[in-house]
């Protein structure tokens, strides 16, 4: 007589096969799986260089509207630096279609959980060998950039199944804790059950890294577009190997990853590239699509199973990994492959490790 547990293994194993059989002789002809997706070659539309008169409108009353609430410090003389730069509050309207007012609630929640979890401190108190475990179960930087600058990360899920029991052997109080640190606060007003203390969550790190190592570093490197700087993404989503059952399984990660991205770091994904997604991949597409805002929808794109001429309009062959169609030699668990020029400005031959920034030209410890 089987077990529950066996018994539930058995009901999931049916029900995929089920779905998989019926959905199998729609996958090519669903929307998701166009080959011929457009994806925008010119990404700076409403960023710093590339403003419409009513988009700096809206910036200087979303300016107004943050000094006001004391959210805000502009500079006050060629001796002092504002608050944040032009480059971030532009990424919390964009995401608001450029409204003042909802940018600005959405800056200040934003803000709020920054001041309550003390997110500077724990990326400069996070644990190199920690980060770098960390890398794992997240985007990897390749280390390279596509044509327009941006840093191109991969994200290979069917890496994530072997250490799914890395990602739930946190006891369930710590977890709980982890989570708030995580950013992914489902109810923000609910106070932790315990004081929260300064362990870092892996997600703020490598957010941190992104938004303050990789795009300030892809920002001093030469590009088509000097104007506009880095603030966003090419990530290429891997969907190779993926079973029904391992995309259930982590359906939470993955719902916390997008919320963490959304609601925190909003407008840091400029492309989103799915390749080699499976035949049941449009039921998968109905649980996530409702986790993105509309904007951050129409960024993703569900490539043909012959990816690499679209990935090669996006990307240099020698910037786009072979898997993909390029000529890089790099796999997912590989640290970042530096080009010449970011070798250059890092003053070495790999990218630092651990919690780093880069400002005025130059790495640094947060």
Avoid at 247 to 254: D, N, P, Q, V
């Amino acid at each position: 007589m089987t077990s529950v547990d066996d018994d539930a293994k058995q009901m999931m194993t049916l029900t995929v096969m089920m779905i998989t059989s019926r959905l199998r002789r729609f996958h090519t002809h669903s929307p998701m799986a166009n080959p011929d997706s457009s994806i925008p070659v010119h990404p700076f539309a409403g960023h710093l260089g590339n403003l419409t008169a009513s988009q700096q409108e809206a910036l200087d009353t979303f300016k107004a509207a943050l000094t006001k609430s004391g959210l805000y410090t502009p500079a006050t003389d060629h001796s002092s630096v504002a608050s944040h730069d032009d480059t971030t509050l532009l990424r919390f309207l964009r995401a608001r279609a450029f409204n003042p007012a909802a940018a600005r609630n959405q800056f200040a929640d934003a803000e709020a959980w920054r001041k309550r979890h003390d997110v500077d401190a724990l990326y400069s108190s996070f644990e190199v060998d920690e980060f770098e475990r960390s890398k794992r179960f997240y985007p990897r930087w390749t280390g390279r950039r596509d044509k327009n600058g941006r840093p191109v990360y991969v994200y290979h899920l069917a890496s994530l199944a072997p250490i799914q029991k890395d990602l739930d052997a946190v006891p369930a109080d710590r977890r709980y804790q982890r989570m708030c640190v995580y950013i992914y606060l489902l109810h923000p007003s609910t106070p932790p059950p315990h004081p929260l203390t300064r362990t870092p969550h892996p997600s703020v790190a490598l957010y941190e890294y992104m938004s303050r190592f990789a795009f300030p570093l892809c920002t001093h490197l030469p590009r088509p577009h000097p104007a506009s700087p880095i603030s966003s993404t090419t990530t290429i989503i891997d969907l190779h190997g993926v079973s029904f059952a391992s995309m259930w399984s982590l359906r939470g990660h993955l719902q916390e990853a997008s919320k963490l991205a959304t609601a925190n770091y909003p407008e840091t994904l400029g492309v989103i590239a799915v390749v080699n997604s499976p035949a049941f991949f449009p039921t998968v597409w109905g649980w996530i699509k409702g986790w993105f805002d509309p904007p951050t929808r129409h960024k993703i794109h569900i490539l043909s199973s012959d990816p690499g001429p679209t990935l090669l309009s996006l990307i240099h062959a020698p910037d786009l990994p072979r898997t993909y169609g390029g000529e890089l030699d790099w796999a997912f668990h590989d640290e970042p492959s530096l080009c010449d020029h970011a070798r250059e400005a890092v003053r070495g031959e790999e990218a630092p490790r651990g919690p780093v920034v880069f400002v005025d030209g130059a790495v640094a410890r947060p």
